[in-house]
């Protein structure tokens, strides 16, 4: 039964995550910031996977000193706490997600400024996210929407082999709509005028569909 109380607990809780983090400390070395809800899955083998990422979503034009980061999460035993020398780097290659050395992975965004301002969607094995860049043009709000499509265990590019390709201007969001007779799309819109709303080309092959969870809470953040 979904129980709204917890469900507001969960964002809450993942609002005030840089603050009173004690199970996935992965920020201690980087001052980051999370504006957006998780978005939790199981693999096959039950151990569950919790994917977000940062970007500060009240000043979108602005440059950390740290880039933004896009984690994944692999929780195995429920009780081991995290830090980022346990979460790998794969901003240039992939995961094993056999690896004992590792409990999930991370990418480091590229572009300057670039960050993460909508949740991500986890469906048919693929982690779907968007990202904004500011422009570097003085008055200039629109800045670049990027959609991003990855193997949700592996975190390799799924979009002819490329992680992300450029959707327009502003700030995007990316929405799975999925249809009872088979089959999905995904639909992108901007805040930009200039990029309308449109059924996102998702070239990857279509796999059985991944169990989904309603919500997820982490009982060690107290």
């Known amino acids: 039964m979904f129980n709204k109380k917890n469900f507001i607990t969960l964002v809450i809780i993942i609002n005030m995550i ?8 992965v920020f201690a070395a980087v001052n980051l910031a999370i504006y957006t809800a998780t978005a939790p899955t199981t693999d096959a083998s039950g151990n569950i996977w919790v994917y977000f990422g940062t970007g500060d979503k ?3 034009s ?3 000193a740290g880039s933004e980061r896009v984690y994944a999460i692999k929780d195995i035993d429920r009780t081991s ?4 020398v346990n979460i790998m780097d794969i901003s240039s290659g992939v995961y094993d997600p056999n690896s004992t050395t590792y409990h999930g992975w991370y990418i480091i965004l590229q572009g300057t400024g670039e960050k993460m301002l909508s949740a991500p969607a986890v469906y048919d094995q693929k982690v779907y996210f968007t990202t904004y860049t500011p422009s570097s043009t003085p008055c200039d709000q629109n800045g670049d929407a990027k959609l991003y499509v990855v193997d949700y265990l592996t975190g390799a590019g799924l979009l002819n082999g490329s992680r992300s390709e450029n959707v327009g201007q502003g700030i ?3 929405v799975i709509s999925v249809n009872p007779y088979g089959g999905y799309n995904v639909y ?3 805040s930009s005028a200039n990029t309308p709303t449109f059924p996102a080309p998702d070239p990857s092959p279509q796999h059985t569909k991944a169990k989904n969870m309603i919500y997820w809470k982490d009982n060690r953040v107290q």
Do not use: Q, R
């Open 81 to 84: 706490t995290y830090t980022l």
């Open 172 to 174: 995007p969001t990316a």
């Open 62 to 64: 602005s440059i950390t």
């Open 188 to 190: 992108i819109s901007t």
């Open 58 to 60: 009240t000043d979108p």
């Open 18 to 25: 840089m603050s009173v983090c004690t199970s996935m400390n």
